[in-house]
């Protein structure tokens, strides 16, 4: 079975039942791949990248809200 079968599976399932339709397939890729990207930069020391971040100065990040 194909991923857009699946999908399309998916899709009925949910109507039959009343629920929301599931996002389709590759949606989230790019956010997944961008997150990876980061986290291997990380583990290496080269930072975040020319996007920016918390980890292309060198110096830790700032406290969060909850002070932690």
């Given at each position: ?6 999908h399309l599976l998916d899709i009925h399932r ?55």
């Amino acid at each position: 079975m194909s991923a857009l079968q699946q999908h399309l599976l998916d899709i009925h399932r949910a109507a039959r039942l009343s629920r929301p339709a599931p996002p389709p397939p590759g949606r989230h890729d790019g956010a997944v791949l961008r997150a990876l990207y980061r986290c291997v930069a990380r583990r290496s020391g080269r930072g975040a990248g020319p996007s920016g971040g918390p980890h292309t100065t060198g110096r830790p990040a700032p406290p969060g809200p909850s002070g932690a």
